[in-house]
T-cell receptor
Framework: DVKVTQSSRYLVKRTGEKVFLECVQDMDHENMFWYRQDPGLGLRLIYFSYDVKMKEKGDIPEGYSVSREKKERFSLILESASTNQTSMYLC??????????FGDGTRLSIL | QQQVKQSPQSLIVQKGGISIINCAYENTAFDYFPWYQQFPGKGPALLIAIRPDVSEKKEGRFTISFNKSAKQFSLHIMDSQPGDSATYFCAARALSGGYQKVTFGTGTKLQVIP
């Protein structure tokens, strides 16, 4: 069974802080994704990576960056957190044409 | 730009009834249409999926109906149970080079009442 693990279930940070969200998958998947989930807006793609050190912008990349130094790990970085980045963040992974597998999410609050 | 439109936003169904969720898409490059089910506190999990060359797919009580010419697809949950209460997302996938990009609908919160 594929396991996608997000390091924190809940996180509270202050405006202006640099925030790191970590995601690890155990299936040697090449593709990894970061989404944010907001009520009424569904899941929106922030960034994705199709290989180590490779990254592509999704639909809402502003205010975020990512890092993929190892195949199993994909990090989302909020350079200077703002209150409008309060959300549920979901990480997913897949092997090209296979369905995406999701972690259980990190609920991030920016005060 | 919402490429996958999902309705309704919420749905209340009595136990034993049929739950129907509808989605419409615009991009003809989509090649795969999954439905995800999400319980509170959990990430979305793949429920059932269909390819555009098939008009219907059934797995147990869950059926996807697909209308390629209308660019619409729907999820039917037969004999709905309280355990089906969850948020459902339709999605559409496009492949490009060595990666996939999935566009999700806005979600339907289903409540099945006893």
């Amino acid at each position: 069974d594929v396991k996608v693990t997000q390091s924190s279930r809940y996180l509270v940070k202050r405006t202006g802080e640099k925030v790191f969200l970590e995601c690890v998958q155990d299936m040697d998947h090449e593709n990894m994704f970061w989404y944010r989930q907001d009520p009424g807006l569904g899941l929106r793609l922030i960034y994705f990576s199709y290989d180590v050190k490779m990254k592509e912008k999704g639909d809402i990349p502003e205010g975020y960056s990512v890092s993929r130094e190892k195949k199993e790990r994909f990090s989302l970085i909020l350079e200077s957190a703002s209150t409008n980045q309060t959300s549920m963040y979901l990480c997913a992974s897949t092997q090209y044409v296979q369905p995406q597998h999701f972690g259980d999410g990190t609920r991030l609050s920016i005060l | 730009q919402q490429q996958v439109k999902q309705s309704p936003q919420s749905l209340i169904v009595q136990k034993g009834g049929i739950s129907i969720i509808n989605c419409a898409y615009e991009n003809t490059a989509f090649d795969y249409f999954p439905w995800y089910q999400q319980f509170p506190g959990k990430g979305p999990a793949l429920l059932i999926a269909i390819r555009p060359d098939v008009s219907e797919k059934k797995e147990g009580r869950f059926t996807i109906s697909f209308n390629k010419s209308a660019k619409q697809f729907s999820l039917h949950i037969m004999d709905s149970q309280p355990g089906d209460s969850a948020t459902y997302f339709c999605a559409a996938r496009a492949l490009s080079g060595g990666y996939q990009k999935v566009t999700f609908g806005t979600g339907t919160k289903l409540q099945v009442i006893p």
